[in-house]
């Protein structure tokens, strides 16, 4: 031991932690995701993600006050639409779910931000995020015909009231189109928050059960990221930017914080960590065993996204979370 070195000098209370630590948590950098169902006073448990509900319009309206109250800057929408068809017609159509929530959430709460994902699993029969060639069963989505679609559900969101759009669909050239199509309407300064790293992953399934939204068939891994490949998300979020992207996105968080660490030092573009629904269940199925602290596992969660490089933090906690910042 050099005996001028002791690092616990500075641990030793719990003032002074306060004073040196290097990453603060607070509720302006959360994000709270809501699904949207047709219908009126609904609200739905998701069996897999206890605490997260599917809810009618006027639920969700009652939810963004809260959520507002609570100091979290924004939401993000998610839409479950009554019919779905192979033209996702419930993505992009003047009524759809996610329109009507957005311009419902706009005129009660304006200043909460709302977001919109922007793609189409929720709305297409077969659950893919695109058009499939007549007849494939293996989910190979045709990219430029599908970004028509995108695009469309991009500026219809804009034109309901979301304040940023979010491309989530993993499509080449999806950024681009939606820059182009929101320029197009009148949308010069609505910002994209791309979901630019976003890997074929497990932890979904949860979401797929809460969004209804898990293919019929064959999987995503043709437009997803593989989880082995760290460069190919550099190559992604070099694509995004120069397509237009504001904000950049990784997603999932936990076993991604590497991808975090290295968009972070790619870019100067706020990053965004998604903490997505498997890592959600995951941690209310152990506190629910009492096996886990659970208050004390989501806030050390999402400190280490932050420390990784979040400037903001999607999260199913958010509620929680910002309540247990202000006790
Ligand atoms: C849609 C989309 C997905 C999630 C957000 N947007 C899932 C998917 O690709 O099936 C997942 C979010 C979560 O798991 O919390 N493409
Ligand atoms: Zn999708």
């Given at each position: 031991?050099?005996?001028?070195?002791?690092?616990?000098?500075?641990?030793?209370?719990?003032?002074?932690?306060?004073?040196?630590?290097?990453?603060v948590l607070t509720t302006s950098d959360l994000v709270y995701p809501l699904f949207?169902?047709?219908?009126?006073?609904?609200a739905?448990?998701?069996?897999?993600?206890?605490g997260v509900f599917?809810l009618?319009?006027?639920k969700i309206v009652e939810e963004a006050k809260e959520v507002y109250d609570l100091g979290i800057p924004a939401i993000i929408l998610?839409?479950?639409?009554?019919?779905?068809?192979?033209?996702?017609?419930?993505?992009?159509?003047?009524?759809?779910?996610?329109?009507?929530a957005?311009?419902?959430v706009k005129?009660a709460v304006p200043d909460l931000l709302v977001i919109?994902?922007?793609?189409?699993?929720?709305?297409?029969?077969?659950?893919?995020?695109?058009?499939?060639?007549?007849?494939?069963?293996?989910?190979?989505?045709?990219?430029?015909?599908?970004?028509?679609?995108?695009?469309?559900?991009?500026?219809?969101?804009?034109?309901?009231?979301?304040d940023?759009?979010?491309?989530?669909?993993?499509?080449?050239?999806?950024?681009?189109?939606?820059?182009?199509?929101?320029?197009?309407?009148?949308?010069?300064?609505?910002?994209?928050?791309?979901?630019?790293?976003?890997?074929?992953?497990?932890?979904?399934?949860?979401?797929?059960?809460?969004?209804?939204?898990?293919?019929?068939?064959?999987?995503?891994?043709?437009?997803?990221?593989?989880?082995?490949?760290?460069?190919?998300?550099?190559?992604?979020?070099?694509?995004?930017?120069?397509?237009?992207?504001?904000?950049?996105?990784?997603?999932?968080?936990?076993?991604?914080?590497?991808?975090?660490?290295?968009?972070?030092?790619?870019?100067?573009?706020?990053?965004?960590?998604?903490n997505?629904?498997?890592?959600y269940?995951?941690?209310?199925?152990?506190?629910?065993?009492?096996?886990?602290?659970e208050q004390?596992?989501v806030m050390?969660t999402l400190t280490?996204?932050k420390?990784?490089?979040?400037?903001m933090i999607l999260t199913y906690h958010a509620k929680a979370a910002a309540r247990w910042l202000s006790a």
């Amino acid at each position: 031991m050099f005996p001028n070195q002791r690092p616990r000098r500075l641990r030793s209370h719990p003032q002074l932690r306060r004073m040196v630590r290097e990453t603060v948590l607070t509720t302006s950098d959360l994000v709270y995701p809501l699904f949207a169902v047709p219908g009126e006073g609904i609200a739905k448990e998701v069996s897999s993600m206890p605490g997260v509900f599917q809810l009618s319009v006027d639920k969700i309206v009652e939810e963004a006050k809260e959520v507002y109250d609570l100091g979290i800057p924004a939401i993000i929408l998610f839409g479950i639409p009554a019919d779905k068809d192979a033209d996702a017609t419930g993505a992009w159509h003047d009524h759809g779910i996610v329109q009507k929530a957005a311009a419902a959430v706009k005129q009660a709460v304006p200043d909460l931000l709302v977001i919109a994902d922007t793609c189409l699993c929720e709305y297409t029969a077969h659950g893919h995020c695109g058009y499939l060639q007549v007849g494939d069963l293996s989910g190979r989505v045709l990219n430029d015909p599908t970004l028509e679609l995108l695009k469309k559900t991009a500026v219809s969101q804009a034109q309901a009231g979301a304040d940023i759009i979010a491309p989530s669909g993993m499509m080449d050239g999806f950024v681009q189109a939606v820059r182009a199509g929101l320029d197009a309407a009148g949308f010069e300064d609505t910002p994209i928050m791309s979901y630019a790293a976003k890997y074929a992953s497990a932890y979904y399934g949860p979401f797929r059960d809460a969004a209804d939204s898990a293919p019929q068939f064959g999987d995503r891994r043709t437009y997803q990221m593989d989880p082995g490949n760290g460069r190919e998300a550099i190559k992604e979020i070099e694509l995004d930017i120069a397509e237009g992207a504001d904000m950049l996105m990784v997603k999932p968080a936990l076993a991604y914080m590497d991808i975090i660490w290295r968009v972070k030092e790619a870019t100067n573009l706020p990053v965004a960590a998604y903490n997505v629904s498997g890592e959600y269940a995951m941690v209310k199925a152990a506190a629910l065993n009492g096996w886990i602290d659970e208050q004390r596992v989501v806030m050390e969660t999402l400190t280490g996204f932050k420390r990784a490089g979040a400037d903001m933090i999607l999260t199913y906690h958010a509620k929680a979370a910002a309540r247990w910042l202000s006790a």
